[in-house]
């Protein structure tokens, strides 16, 4: 796990200016790499590549930028790649020098070039510079989970693992409109876009090749394809979920430091860290959780408690407290680059801290909502689907069955989304699955009067919403896959952006299990009504793995994330209501052009929902634009 920087001039440049552009990328995301780094330089001084290395496999020699023996190639790779030693066999295991994964994915581009991508199994951004054909070769993992952003400037052209790596290098900041509209919409930005005008981002599963002068075309390597399976039973799927899921964690354990798991209290991580534990029984396991200090609400320290027990596990509990967040909230906007997905990336940060107190690599559980269906949204959809089936006779037709009878037990699940249900039926049950489903997602109808009539353009963001929605690799049968296919291309991006910034702000290398192209790929095949069977959601991960999970975990339904208290903290008053109404009252706040004028910063305050989603948006644009737009942070 790493961090890198480079760049491509069109123009001739000295190797002093190449340098010292070169030191100022990679300082900006030195925290990415405590353990070293390394630059080079070709001799024209017109290629640039930089690396910071958090040392996980292979720390002694597995040094980069790393070159070819010939000199052709030259790479810097920020990731894991989990396979190297299936791979390494595969390209014949003679001639490598080392025995870092960086060397393999060196190896596999030499030998099969672009197409070495469909061979790796991990999680990656990767550039490799030809010096034959002076071109730079560009790619990122299938699901995003390794960052890369790239801009291009009249100097030459820039890519970086994080947006503030390419800052110096703007000739101007401003805010995209664009994105800014997706950020509204969703509190994530679609596609290749970010919030600042001019820097883009490669999407998941994307690699490009770029010649001096030129601005990248990404192409796609690989698509998750909802081919649902009707010819095997429900015992099949289950066993063939076992098998993956167990290969994926053992693969996900490959390292040569201690490796440890967040264990949040759902279904997923609590899952990950035991099965962990099974297959390495021997030896300490630490375990990391973080719990909010104001109140049993904000607190799920129990359920991890629990798994650890049960598991021969050490626990580790960050208390977290309204003074970290006044202390703490502008380095969080400063490590994710831009504010997304809402304000669990505070308490993110705060427990990788405790984290990178102790070891250098953890697993998370984050995708499996997305791929086994884990959101209380599915389950309003479903119940909506059952209401039109039953009036329109259509209640058992098809191989989606879901009755209400089934999902009636399970509605208590939906007592904290009373807003987003009555948005979602604000226009009735009927209408086009696409409408009903931008509907569920569509937050920029819950700002009210906070912003101005032209931040509420959503045309684009609507036009774009339905590509993704009804892509060609999903089948137009099940509601469920488009809506999981939905979150799948936009949400999970996101969520993997907090997972990479805040492990990483601390010198953590997150790892994500669930996120194993071959398990992925297995779980879109599985139909409906055995992945959703009886309305439960993640029916199907709890089943068969029942017997990994403490009772108390398996059969919760109340999981809600990570739920930050900034309501309680507004209402009662104190340092965080001083520091947020100071931020979003300021002459400059009141003067972004997406805010209503003559907005009244206290009716924002007071108005807030229990988890303050908007005012997060709010309080996480205005200190992203103070930083990155203005340049307080430099």
Known sequence: ???????????????????????????????????????????????????????????????????????????????????????????????????????????????????????????????????????????????????????????????????????????????????????????????????????????????????????????????????????????????????????????????????????????????????????????????????????????????????????????????????????????????????????????????????????????????????????????VAYFEQCIKGAIEGSLHSGNFLVTYESIIPNLATLRQYKPMLREFWASGLFGERDERYWRLVNRANTFGGILAPEAMDQRGTFEEFKGIFWGSNVGKESYFDSMTHFDFKTLLPALLQVEDRMSMAHGVEARVPFLDHPLVEFAATIPADIKFKNGELKRLLRVVFSDRLPQAIRERKDKMGFPVPLNLWLKRGGRARDLIGDLLGSERARSRSYLREGMSIDSVLDSQSVYGRNLWALLGLELWHRQFVDGDAG
């Open 1 to 379: 796990m790493c961090g890198i920087f480079g760049f491509v001039s069109a123009a001739g440049r000295s190797k002093e200016d190449s340098f010292a552009a070169l030191g100022a990328g990679m300082e900006r995301i030195r925290h990415r790499g405590p353990d070293g780094s390394g630059s080079w330089v070709s001799a024209d001084g017109r290629v640039a590549l930089g690396h910071v290395r958090l040392a996980i496999i292979d720390v002694e020699t597995g040094a980069q930028p790393m070159s070819s023996e010939d000199g052709r190639y030259t790479i810097v790779f920020n990731g894991e790649v989990y396979n190297y030693i299936e791979l390494r066999a595969e390209l014949g295991g003679e001639g490598f020098r080392i025995h870092s994964d960086t060397e393999v994915v060196l190896r596999a581009f030499q030998e099969w070039g672009e197409a070495c991508l469909d061979r790796l199994r991990g999680m990656f951004a990767i550039a490799i510079w030809d010096a034959k054909e002076q071109q730079l070769f560009l790619a990122r993992d299938r699901f995003g989970i390794k960052p890369l952003y790239w801009a291009n400037t009249p100097e030459g052209f820039y890519f970086a693992s994080e947006m503030k790596a390419l800052l110096p290098f703007l000739t101007e900041r401003s805010v995209s409109a664009d994105a800014l509209a997706d950020y509204f919409t969703f509190q994530f930005c679609l596609g290749n876009k970010t919030l600042m005008s001019g820097v883009w981002q490669m999407p998941a599963a994307h690699y490009a090749v770029v010649a001096p002068g030129q601005t990248p075309s990404p192409r796609k390597y690989w698509e998750v394809h909802y081919d649902i399976d009707y010819d095997h039973t429900e015992r099949w799927f289950a066993q063939r979920l076992r098998d993956l899921l167990e290969d994926s964690v053992r693969f996900h354990l490959r390292a040569d430091v201690e490796v440890g798991g967040y264990v949040s209290g759902g279904v997923d991580s609590s899952l990950l860290a035991a099965m962990a534990r099974d297959i390495r029984p021997e030896g300490p396991f630490k375990a990391f959780n973080g719990r909010f200090t104001d109140g049993p609400d904000f607190d799920e320290s129990h359920y991890a408690r629990a798994l650890t027990d049960e598991n021969g596990m050490e626990l580790h509990v960050a208390d977290i407290g309204e003074e970290d967040f006044v202390d703490h909230i502008a380095k969080v906007i400063w490590h994710l680059d831009q504010p997304t997905a809402g304000p669990g990336s505070f308490p993110q940060y705060m427990v990788s801290k405790r984290v990178g107190e102790n070891i250098k690599v953890v697993l998370g559980g984050q995708g499996g909502d997305e791929i086994f269906g884990g959101y209380a949204r599915y389950l």
